[in-house]
């Protein structure tokens, strides 16, 4: 089912036959990467543009499987002006990225016979999971951090039949969990990006860009458990392998002041991160202090120039109201793209450079994250209309 893949080891070079139970390097316990056996022949943006706009779009690029598929992919770019887009991860069909992913690594688990997946999430990837495993009519099992995920996504993982275990600790916690539990023995297959084939979906959202807009000078996005910066890396170096692109974009981490393990080692010149066992922020999608991927995410930083920036829980509120009245809904860890632009430009970012901010997840999934004003109350018809008046004019 893979056999046009071999997967490396990232930290000790070796490699093995592809197969979805391998998760982790066998002899190190390093993180894997799928690599192509041959280059894959006969890719061209005008066979990807004889199909729909989405994930699919870019099969020879993927596991040849059949999808269980929703639609994922394909969201807007929404223009901000002459040189800043915002890429909509919202519109996935659980409103968030990451259904590019799951779409990829749940249909190899279909096709390997898994009847059982499992994740730790600070929310997002469980509303995902617990979708895309009732699509494929599997059962699954999330570990949450307790009182730490945001209710929309909660309420996903409660419809789509997931059983919820909440374990007290940070996400750090519930992924070791998933760690011990996961595996051929318990049969329980693991779906957090330390899956390399959850990646292997992500790095779509480089390919629309390129597709829609060229190749931009920055494409800055929120950093948690780092894996989804390590997918868009490798979209980017793969279209260029492939010579689909002729030069690749500068990436812009972003972390949450009180979550920033990336972001401090960065500054420090540390080439590894600086964890911490006690994250906070008010963006609890990126409420990480461990991120598992991150010898990846430094890998993309470095080669692609890159930097990683630390905004305020503050800048992220300010940034997500800002958006809002742009008329773009998204959750606060997705607005620490915003904010982090807004400190990056005029220093790394330069005005006349191209910038494509990720938006992560829809407003949605947190609505307690902001306060709600007073509403102009009125007792009758005739009340609201009156004051309606008054203040339109
Ligand atoms: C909206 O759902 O880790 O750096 O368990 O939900 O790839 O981890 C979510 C992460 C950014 C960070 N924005 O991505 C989970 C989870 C949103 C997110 C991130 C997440 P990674």
Redesign the pocket.
């Known amino acids: 089912m893979l056999g046009e893949y071999e997967l490396r080891c990232v930290n000790c070079g070796r490699t093995y036959e592809a197969d979805p139970w391998t998760i982790v390097c066998p002899h190190c316990g390093g993180l894997l990467e799928p690599v192509f056996r041959r280059k894959p022949l006969g890719v061209s943006w005008a066979l990807f543009r004889t199909r729909k706009f989405g994930v699919w779009r870019y099969r020879e690029l993927l596991p040849k499987v059949r999808p269980v598929s929703m639609g994922e992919g394909g969201t807007p770019l929404i223009k901000v002006d002459e040189r800043l887009w915002i890429k909509f991860e919202g519109s996935n069909p659980t409103g ?3 259904d590019r992913g799951m779409t990829v690594a749940v249909s190899l688990a279909r096709e390997a016979g898994v009847r059982s997946v499992i ?8 509303a995902s999971v617990a979708a895309y495993a009732s699509r494929a009519g599997m059962r699954s099992f999330v570990v949450l951090p307790r009182g730490k995920v945001a209710r929309g996504k909660l309420a996903q993982a409660v419809l789509h039949g997931a059983v919820i275990i909440e374990v007290d600790g940070p ?1 750090d916690a519930a992924l070791d969990v998933v760690m011990r539990v996961s595996g051929r023995e318990s049969g329980l297959y693991p779906l ?2 330390i899956n390399p084939w959850r990646l292997e979906g992500q790095k779509t959202l480089a390919f629309e860009v390129v597709d829609e807009i060229g190749v931009p000078d920055w494409i800055v ?9 390590s997918a868009i890396w490798k979209g980017f170096r793969e279209m260029k392998e492939l010579g689909l692109i002729d030069r690749t974009p500068r990436l812009a981490g972003v972390q949450a002041e009180g979550a920033s393990p990336i972001a401090r080692a960065f500054k420090e010149g540390l080439n590894q991160p600086i964890f911490t066992d006690e994250p906070e922020t008010v963006a609890t ?2 409420r ?1 202090g461990r ?1 598992v ?1 991150w010898p990846k995410a430094f890998r993309a930083l470095r080669e692609s120039g890159g930097t990683v920036e630390m905004v305020t829980d503050e800048e992220i509120l300010e940034a997500q109201r800002a958006l809002g009245r742009m008329g773009v809904g998204v ?1 606060p ?2 607005a620490a793209s915003y904010a982090g632009y807004l400190k990056l430009l005029g220093r790394e970012i330069s005005d006349d450079d191209r910038v494509v901010l990720v938006a ?2 829809h407003a949605l ?1 947190d609505p307690d994250a902001f306060p709600f004003p007073e509403p102009v109350r009125a007792s009758s018809v005739d009340e609201a209309v009156e004051k309606i008046r008054r203040l339109a004019v």
């Open positions: 968030s990225f990451k994740c730790a999430s600070t929310g997002n990837t469980s996400f957090n990006s996005l929120p950093v948690g458990n780092a894996g989804n910066i999608a990126i990480i991120p991927n959750e860890a997705s992560t997840g999934k």
